[in-house]
C-alpha cells in the first residue's frame, strides 16, 4: 500500500539556521503530495502542497518540490524562527478524495 | 467562522471504558473525516462521511469504534470497550468538496486508556 517515510526528530536548530525535512513516498499513481504543519495547542495546518512532478509548493519561506524521479517531497527553509517550532508532517493523497496517508512526523525546536 | 471543534480536547479512561469523542465541522463542510495518531507513529485515516452517509470507514481498527453523523453536522466517535492499544490522538478534519480540497484539522482529543 501507500506509504511516506520522514526523518525522525527532534531536529534543534538556531535561528537563522537552514532547515530541511527530508520525506519520501511509495505509491501507485500519480498522488499529490502535502506538508502539514501542527504548533503546539493547535491543529493540523496545511502548510503547502503540489500535485504533479516537478511543481513547488511554497508558503511563510518553506519550500518543496515533486520529485517524481526520486519520490522524494522534501522541505526546506532558509532561515528559520523560533515561532517555526513545530511538527511538520509530510502526507499524500490520490485523485479521490482526501484520504491522506501521513509519515510519522517530525519536530522541529528552533533556539533563540 | 469558526474552525473545526473537537470534544473534549483530553480523556483519560480506564480499560473496559466507553469514551464517546464530538467533532463538530466548519459549517458547511459535507465532508468529514477522523484520524488518530497512536503512540507518535503515523496519522492514519480511520473514516470519511459525506454529510450523514460512511463514504469509506476502511480505516476503522475494529467493531469497539462506532462513528456516527447523525443530520450531517456534527460527527461522534465512540469506543466501547476502550483498551489500552486506543490511547491516541483523535484528529477531526473537514472540507468543502474532493478532490484535494484544502482539509481542516481540529487540535485534536488526546485519549489516555490506562
Known amino acids: 500500500g501507500d506509504s511516506v517515510t520522514q526523518m525522525e526528530g527532534p531536529v534543534t536548530l538556531s535561528e537563522e539556521a537552514f532547515l530541511t525535512i527530508n520525506c519520501t513516498y511509495t505509491?501507485?499513481?500519480?498522488?499529490?503530495l502535502f506538508w502539514y504543519v501542527q504548533y503546539p495547542g493547535e491543529g493540523l495546518q496545511l502548510l503547502l502542497k503540489?500535485?504533479?512532478?516537478?511543481d513547488k509548493g511554497s508558503n511563510k519561506g518553506f519550500e518543496a518540490t515533486y520529485r517524481k524521479e526520486t519520490t522524494s517531497f522534501h522541505l526546506e527553509k532558509g532561515s528559520v524562527q523560533v515561532s517555526d517550532s513545530a511538527v511538520y508532517f509530510c502526507?499524500?493523497?490520490?485523485?479521490?478524495?482526501?484520504?491522506?496517508?501521513f509519515g510519522g512526523g517530525t519536530r522541529v525546536l528552533v533556539k533563540p | 467562522e469558526a474552525g473545526v471543534t473537537q470534544f473534549p480536547s483530553h480523556s483519560v479512561i480506564e480499560k473496559g471504558q466507553t469514551v464517546t469523542l464530538r467533532c463538530d465541522p466548519i459549517?458547511?463542510?459535507?465532508?468529514l473525516y477522523w484520524y488518530r495518531r497512536v503512540m507518535g507513529k503515523e496519522i492514519k485515516f480511520l473514516l470519511h462521511?459525506?454529510?450523514?452517509?460512511?463514504?469509506?470507514e476502511s480505516g476503522m481498527p475494529n467493531n469497539r469504534f462506532l462513528a456516527e453523523r447523525t443530520g450531517g453536522t456534527y460527527s461522534t466517535l465512540k469506543v466501547q470497550p476502550a483498551e489500552l492499544e486506543d490511547s491516541g490522538v483523535y484528529f477531526c478534519?473537514?472540507?468543502?468538496?474532493?478532490?484535494?480540497?484544502?482539509?481542516?484539522f481540529g487540535s485534536g482529543t488526546q485519549l489516555s486508556v490506562l
Open positions: 503540489a500535485t504533479k512532478a516537478d
Open positions: 478534519a473537514s472540507s468543502l468538496m474532493e478532490p484535494n480540497e484544502k482539509l481542516f
Open positions: 502526507a499524500l493523497s490520490k485523485a479521490a478524495g482526501n484520504k491522506l496517508t
Open positions: 462521511f459525506v454529510k450523514e452517509s460512511k463514504q469509506d
Open positions: 505509491a501507485t499513481g500519480y498522488p499529490s
Open positions: 459549517s458547511g463542510h459535507d465532508n
